[in-house]
C-alpha cells in the first residue's frame, strides 16, 4: 500500500487547513437535529369518551446516535398528549414514529404546539422541532329526562334502551327499599332507540314531550330516536285524596288551678252536675269527656281571701279571661286559672 503525503507549504496553505480543522470540529460538536413529518396533525372530531391516536414520523438527521422525547406547550384543559418520554433511540438516519394524543374535555376547537426533544448519548434532551395540533371535541351524548307525575309507590315507567353499551333498562318510580330513583334523567349515546311504556291501569299518557321525545301522547308505548336533548312526562291518575276520620263524639275537658291564692273553678254541662276542683292542690288539674255539642258553663270563685289573677281558656274563645261564661264544646277546652292573695 502505497501512502502519499502532501507537503502545505506557504502562509495561504496553513490558513486553509486550520479552517479545514475547525470546521469539522464544529460539525462533530454541533447539536442533534431531526425531521418531522407532518409538521401539523389535525385529529379532527373526536368524541369525549373516544381519545384518538396519531403519529408524526421522526428522522435522526444527525451523524451520532440520539435519544429522542415529546411533548406539548399551550396545552387547553390537557387536552394534548405525547409519548415517548425521553427513552426512544434512533441511529444516524433512523426514522421511528412518535404518538400524539387528543382527549377532548369540551366541544370547542382547540390548538397547541408540540415538540420533540433530543440528545446525544446521556446529554440532557433539548427541545429541537415544533409541529403544531388541532383537535375539536364531540359530545356523543343527549340528555333525556323522564318526570312521572302522580305516581304512587307501586307504579313505574320502563325505559328501555337499544344502542347504549351501559344501560338497556331503567325503571322510574318513587324511591323505596327496591327502587331508590324517582324519575330518570339519563345521559345516553346519541342515536339510541327509546321505548317508554307503563303498564300500570292509573297510567294516563305522555305529556310535555321536548326534543325527540315530542312524539310521544296518548297511553301506548312510545318509540323514538335519540337525536336531541329530550323530555316528557308521564301522568298517574291522582291518588284519592285520604279518608276523613269519624267525627269526635266527644271532646276532653281540662281544668288547671294556679298561684298562690286560692278559689274554686266548676265546669261542666248546663243544668248538670259539673267537675271542680274543690279539694284539689294548685298547680294540679282535673279532666273529663264530654258529649260534642252540648252546652258548657264555666264558673271561676275566688276564696274570701282571694282574687282572680288570670283564667286563660283555649277551645272556647269566648270564656278567655271571664269568670263566668257559657259555651257549645266542639273541640278540646283547656282551663287555666290563676289566684292571687289579697
Known sequence: MKTTLIK?????ATRLLLL?????????????????????????????????????????????????????????AGTFNA????????????????????????????????FITAGFANETLKRVADFSVKCT????????NLKPKNVGLTESVKIH???????????????????PFFGCDLRLRKGVKISVESNSPKFQGFTNGTGAASVCGGKFPCTFFLNANSELTANFQPPAPPTPPPAAT????????????????????????????????????IEKAFPRG?????????????KIRSTVVSGASNCNGNATCEFVLSERVSVQVGFDKK
Request: charged fraction near 15%.
Open 8 to 12: 502545505i507549504t506557504g502562509t495561504s
Open 20 to 76: 479545514a480543522i475547525l470546521t469539522a470540529t464544529a460539525f462533530a460538536q454541533g447539536g442533534p437535529t431531526v425531521a418531522v413529518n407532518p409538521t401539523a396533525v389535525d385529529f379532527g372530531t373526536v368524541e369525549f369518551d373516544a381519545p384518538k391516536t396519531l403519529q408524526v414520523a421522526v428522522k435522526n438527521n444527525s451523524q451520532k446516535q440520539i435519544r429522542i422525547g415529546a411533548g406539548i406547550s399551550g396545552n387547553p
Open 83 to 114: 409519548s415517548p418520554g425521553g427513552n426512544q433511540i434512533l441511529n444516524p438516519g433512523e426514522q421511528k414514529s412518535v404518538n400524539v394524543f387528543c382527549t377532548p374535555r369540551s366541544t370547542n376547537t382547540v390548538t397547541a404546539t408540540a
Open 137 to 144: 371535541g364531540l359530545d356523543p351524548f343527549f340528555r333525556f
Open 161 to 179: 334502551v337499544v344502542g347504549d353499551p351501559v344501560i338497556s333498562q331503567i325503571n322510574c318510580a318513587p324511591p323505596n327499599d327496591r327502587d
Open 250 to 285: 266527644e271532646f276532653i275537658v281540662r281544668v288547671n288551678k294556679l298561684g298562690p291564692g286560692s278559689g274554686r273553678v266548676s265546669i261542666g254541662p248546663v243544668g248538670a252536675v259539673p267537675i271542680n276542683t274543690d279539694g284539689l292542690p294548685n298547680g294540679q288539674g
Open 294 to 306: 252540648i252546652r258548657m258553663r264555666l264558673n271561676v270563685n275566688p276564696d274570701a281571701n282571694s
